[in-house]
């Protein structure tokens, strides 16, 4: 260990600043020699005895991660109260964020939530439409606690947390060996994952100087198919007073008429013929995509993080982490067929008005001539087809390294620490089953539109391999984000007021971020028209300076003020303040408030993203001021494009808080605090329909032919439209009691009430209240009562999701109104997990999780009956009852 002290103490010295200050540190250090130890609360720099502030913040600790059964840190956050719509899951319908997990506080979206890992910022995750942390990518096995801060932007961290911040705190002291290994499976035997841990940690600060900590984890979980579940056991869902989305676009012959063809003619091919007396797809071949889609994906992660803390001598301490990961994931999707191919993209047409249209018209069948092979009636059929010869999947593996190197430690009356940090994620994600509109177009129909004599339907491997793959090309995507920083601060008591030290901290950051996200060239130059993907590619530097006072100008009340200044080298500059106040009138009694400013520069993506073109059907108000079916600008087709617009501006926001927490008898707190937001000059895309009712404002967007006066293109671009304020309160309650010999027991709760979330889409609109509507709950809580006596330990805790309506506005109707209205609302969820854990043998746990106890299935979501889910995924699972068993076992 003396060999390589004066190395470590000289890498220490070189990040800490130079050799001279050690000199100064050590009387400061003996100064404070008997003092209670001081921490730091999130949102404060400042260290402090009470760790009550004026800002409410939340804890999760290491044990009720551990008691909650909960396998990552998404299932840890998604439970969260005061989480709302907005972020992002791994779960549900696939889209260009699949992988990836991201929490959204206040349903300000996720991209308005900074997650922090150890107080310091992390390379986002390279898509989506948001700039946000994947919390997939976060081992749960190291977390030492959870602190989220629920007053919004935060002028320590960063004004552009808006919603909240979630600072993820690692372990940094253990000692020993430790194994931990768990199997779990649902209630219906799928869904079955299997992990295993190991922890090292050798010295301790106080004898060696030293505490070294490794850790490595590694987790499989199955999937679930979503006709594995008895609410989508296949999508004929009329035995729940729904649709038969069971589809006839699979292999059958229909007479070429019209644009979706005539009277049925046969199945083409070996599919097995429905026989359904009661369905009009009887004697059909049908298409389920329920055999296909994935209700959970297959997922596998593995992580490492090892750190180190150094005792220099002298109070000062070198500290550093480095963490791995590596997550996977794999999902089938539901295939799409010639319906919805001709729809979206016009390239299945009538070329010459031979089957009853006017030449050129759309057509949803594949024309099959009658000297095809596969053709068995002597003339022109329709086949009405389902591209899945390739069956759709996406695969997503995500790569991420994070490490940090710092020192703390004392000069004068200062607490000083500072840190250089890199991380950086790379993302892979591959798809399989678009096709390649060309190729359909030039080599498997010939020039009047009718499929080759070479070409099998539904036969992929007696079709020329080449051809296939062309066809049905691998899709690669690829994106490499970094975020790299350098951060000093520190704080001191300044001198005594009368209620306490005035103390003062402030600190400064410079960081470096860098984003580079890019589809594959067939998703973005329109090789495949039916999903159109963009990249972004962009890189900027940002510094930042910071201060806060917090000041106890009486025993009964403490002031402190914060402000922060950011200058990004690509936007401008921002000064950002915060400022709150805590009174004691009584010592069980605090009340408190705050009050900050907000400041969220666009993010590199939403500053350097690639345009999209596509077609929208619109009205035009200019030519069509009264609608007419006979008047074709009254329902046109107009090219559109849509991407990143360099003239955006920043979004900023202001936010309240004020609450209380009470202490009426030592050992139980009861925290209360009303909170309101307030954004404005939101980023989102600009609709068609206003753009066009406004054009004297947005002339430059709108692109008419100069002849005819017809509309020709649109510019829908990004631009600053949207705000929002929303309000509502959160309740934190907490308490234990001893029972004698029969152990002891806690209690927890914590609720949250969204009273308003009134939101409008464009400058000038009144703004509309979605609270209670469509993916925004009212109430949402969880509560919890623990129990310890001797080698045993138990617990028992509820989760609530409250209900609210299908309907996305007031004024929007229920489509199921009429014939089933107890689909207009998504109804309350409410679910129980249970805990049980025996530590009564030397060195070996073992302990039961159980969630979902009652095997609830989630409230039905019949909106989503069309992606074949028929739940929502924010807020819910139809994973079912979740068994799990864990063993851990410590070398001594």
């Excluded at 539901?334 to 050129?360: C, E, H, I, R, W």
Aim: glycine content about 10%.
């Amino acid at each position: 260990m003396s060999q390589i002290r004066p190395i470590v103490r000289a890498v220490a010295l070189l990040c800490a600043g130079a050799a001279p200050l050690y000199a100064a540190a050590q009387s400061g250090a003996d100064a404070n020699a008997g003092a209670p130890p001081r921490v730091e609360i999130t949102g404060s720099r400042i260290k402090r005895v009470d760790a009550e502030t004026a800002s409410a913040v939340q804890l999760i600790t290491a044990e009720q991660i551990a008691r909650s059964g909960a396998a990552t840190v998404t299932d840890v956050l998604r439970d969260l109260p005061s989480g709302n719509a907005g972020g992002y899951t791994s779960e549900g319908t696939p889209g260009q964020a699949f992988g990836s997990s991201g929490v959204s506080l206040r349903g300000l979206g996720a991209g308005a939530t900074l997650t922090l890992i150890n107080g310091r910022r992390v390379a986002p995750f390279g898509f989506g439409s948001a700039s946000f942390v994947d919390t997939n990518a976060i081992p749960v096995d190291a977390i030492d606690r959870i602190e989220v801060l629920l007053d919004g932007a935060s002028a320590i961290y960063g004004a552009d947390a808006i919603g909240g911040v979630i600072n993820i705190i690692l372990r940094k002291n253990y000692e020993g060996l430790g194994v931990t290994a768990s199997a779990g499976t649902s209630a219906y035997h799928d869904g079955n994952t299997g992990a295993i841990g190991l922890t090292y940690g050798k010295g301790t600060l106080a004898q060696d100087g030293y505490n070294w900590l490794l850790s490595l984890s590694h987790r499989d979980s199955s999937p679930v198919l979503v006709n594995a579940r008895p609410r989508t056991k296949d999508s004929d869902f009329r035995r729940l007073g729904l649709s038969d989305r069971r589809s006839s676009f699979s292999s059958n012959a229909y007479i070429a008429s019209g644009t979706t063809g005539g009277s049925f003619l046969g199945i083409i091919g070996d599919c097995p013929p429905l026989v359904d007396a009661g369905s009009p797809l009887n004697g059909r071949c049908v298409n389920d995509n329920t055999t296909a889609v994935t209700l959970q994906s297959k997922s596998q992660r593995d992580n490492a993080y090892s750190a180190l803390t150094y005792d220099l001598g002298q109070g000062w301490e070198m500290f550093g982490d480095a963490a791995l990961s590596r997550s996977r994931q794999a999902s089938g999707m539901y295939s799409y067929a010639t319906n919805s191919y001709g729809a979206y993209t016009n390239d299945l047409v009538d070329k010459y008005g031979l089957y009853g249209n006017a030449p050129g018209t759309t057509i949803s069948y594949l024309l099959l001539p009658a000297d095809h092979p596969q053709n068995q009636w002597g003339k022109t059929v329709g086949v009405r087809y389902v591209f899945n010869d390739i069956p759709t999947t996406i695969r997503s593996e995500s790569r991420n390294v994070r490490a940090t190197l710092g020192a703390r430690g004392t000069v004068g009356k200062w607490d000083v620490e500072g840190a250089a940090m890199f991380s950086r994620s790379l993302t892979d994600t591959s798809y399989r089953g678009y096709i390649q509109d060309k190729v359909l177009i030039n080599d498997v129909l010939d020039a009047d539109g009718l499929v080759r004599k070479s070409f099998l339907l539904h036969q992929p491997a007696k079709n020329d391999a080449g051809l296939m793959g062309r066809l049905y090309p691998q899709l690669d995507n690829h994106a490499d984000t970094s975020t790299s920083s350098v951060d000093l601060h520190g704080n001191r008591e300044l001198y005594t007021l009368p209620g306490g030290a005035l103390s003062i901290a402030v600190g400064a950051e410079y960081r470096r971020e860098k984003f580079d996200a890019t589809p594959d060239p067939l998703f973005t130059d329109g090789s495949i028209q039916l999903i159109g993907m963009t990249g972004s590619n962009g890189s900027r530097s940002v510094t930042a300076a910071y201060g806060e006072l917090s000041a106890p100008v009486l025993k009964s009340v403490e002031l402190s003020l914060a402000a922060r200044s950011d200058r990004y080298s690509d936007f401008g500059s921002a000064f950002t303040p915060k400022a709150g106040i805590k009174w004691r009138p009584l010592p069980q009694l605090a009340l408190r408030s705050t009050y900050a400013e907000g400041f969220r520069a666009p993010s590199l993506p939403e500053l350097h993203a690639g345009n999209t073109n596509g077609y929208s059907k619109v009205l035009d108000p200019k030519r069509c001021p009264v609608f007419s079916s006979t008047n074709d600008d009254c329902e046109r087709y107009v090219a559109f494009t849509t991407g990143a617009n360099p003239d955006i501006q920043a979004e900023k926001s202001k936010s309240v808080t004020i609450g209380f927490v009470a202490e009426p008898v030592p050992g139980w707190s009861l925290s209360v605090d009303a909170y309101h937001i307030k954004r404005r000059d939101e980023l989102s895309t600009i609709s068609a329909s206003y753009l066009l009712e406004h054009e004297g404002q947005y002339a430059d967007r709108i692109v008419r032919n100069p002849v005819s006066g017809k509309l020709d293109h649109l510019s829908l671009i990004t631009a600053n439209l949207s705000s929002t304020q929303t309000r509502g309160v959160d309740v934190d309650a907490r308490g234990s009691f001893s029972v004698g010999d029969w152990g002891r027991f806690s209690l927890s709760a914590s609720y949250n009430r969204m009273n308003s979330y009134l939101s409008s889409g464009n400058p000038g609109e009144d703004p509309v209240d979605y609270v209670g509507y469509y993916l925004q709950p009212k109430n949402r809580g969880r509560a919890g009562v623990a129990w310890d006596r001797g080698p045993w330990d138990a617990s028992l805790n509820w989760n609530y999701v409250g209900g609210y309506s299908i309907k996305s506005t007031p004024d929007a109707v229920c489509s199921f109104q009429a014939a089933t209205p107890q689909y207009c609302d998504v109804h309350s969820w409410l679910t129980a997990s249970a805990f049980i854990r025996y530590k009564g043998w030397r060195n070996l746990e073992l302990s039961l999780s159980v969630q979902n106890l009652a095997n609830k299935e989630a409230p039905m979501d019949a909106s989503q009956i069309a992606y074949l889910q028929g739940y929502g995924t924010s807020y819910h699972s139809q994973l079912g009852r979740f068994v799990q068993l864990t063993a851990s076992y410590k070398f001594k």
